[in-house]
T-cell receptor, first 108, second 118 residues
Framework: GQNIDQPTEMTATEGAIVQINCTYQTSGFNGLFWYQQHAGEAPTFLSYNVLDGLEEKGRFSSFLSRSKGYSYLLLKELQMKDSASYLCAVSRNTPLVFGKGTRLSVIA | GAGVSQTPSNKVTEKGKYVELRCDPISGHTALYWYRQSLGQGPEFLIYFQGTGAADDSGLPNDRFFAVRPEGSVSTLKIQRTERGDSAVYLC????????????????FGQGTRLTVV
């Protein structure tokens, strides 16, 4: 089976940096995805890591350590529109398995 | 179409009734996935199609749930004898190809069907 853990809620200030952690346990690994989901909307793709290291895409970066079963999503220069749930998802040779998501609130 | 389309967007049904939820994936996407999402939870995998066949249906909770994709494009999720516990948002996603070991392709999600069983 697979266990994916991420914090339930986080709050951060507009303009700041926030790091959302994700730990996972799986017997096989094909990659780790991060999705963003605004309330009442579909999840949208943010990033994909299959090798160790940092992937940077504008204000968003994602890091992976396969040996530690650990990933994080880093959001810089936070904006109010970044208030959403952030879903960590692990892939083996089966479809994506999602964590419960981290609800991020950005405050002024 | 431009994205994954799901209909209806909302469905209210009485306990014990039968419902069908439709998903129209992005044109050319061979992989199609159904997920279920309850409030405050992440999407829970139900079933995955590669072309017309169900490659993995291990997430279907019981035999009241069934899905088809007869022509390898549109898929229908069918729920018999609905129960109040079936109330959730049912999400459909599609991707280009399932991918070889070590590769995966991004899944695009539809807006979901909010099912309420009363």
């Amino acid at each position: 089976g697979q266990n994916i853990d991420q914090p339930t809620e986080m709050t951060a200030t507009e303009g700041a940096i926030v790091q959302i952690n994700c730990t996972y346990q799986t017997s096989g690994f094909n990659g780790l995805f991060w999705y963003q989901q605004h309330a009442g909307e579909a999840p949208t793709f943010l990033s994909y890591n299959v090798l160790d290291g940092l992937e940077e895409k504008g204000r968003f970066s994602s890091f992976l350590s396969r040996s530690k079963g650990y990933s994080y999503l880093l959001l810089k220069e936070l904006q109010m529109k970044d208030s959403a749930s952030y879903l960590c998802a692990v892939s083996r040779n089966t479809p994506l398995v999602f964590g419960k998501g981290t609800r991020l609130s950005v405050i002024a | 179409g431009a994205g994954v389309s799901q209909t209806p967007s909302n469905k209210v049904t009485e306990k014990g009734k039968y419902v069908e939820l439709r998903c129209d994936p992005i044109s050319g996407h061979t992989a199609l996935y159904w997920y279920r999402q309850s409030l405050g939870q992440g999407p829970e995998f139900l079933i995955y199609f590669q072309g017309t066949g169900a490659a993995d249906d291990s997430g279907l909770p019981n035999d009241r749930f069934f899905a088809v994709r007869p022509e390898g494009s549109v898929s229908t999720l069918k729920i018999q004898r609905t129960e109040r516990g079936d109330s959730a948002v049912y999400l459909c996603a599609s991707s280009l190809i399932r991918g070889d070991r070590g590769r995966n392709t991004e899944a695009f999600f539809g807006q979901g069907t909010r099912l309420t069983v009363v």
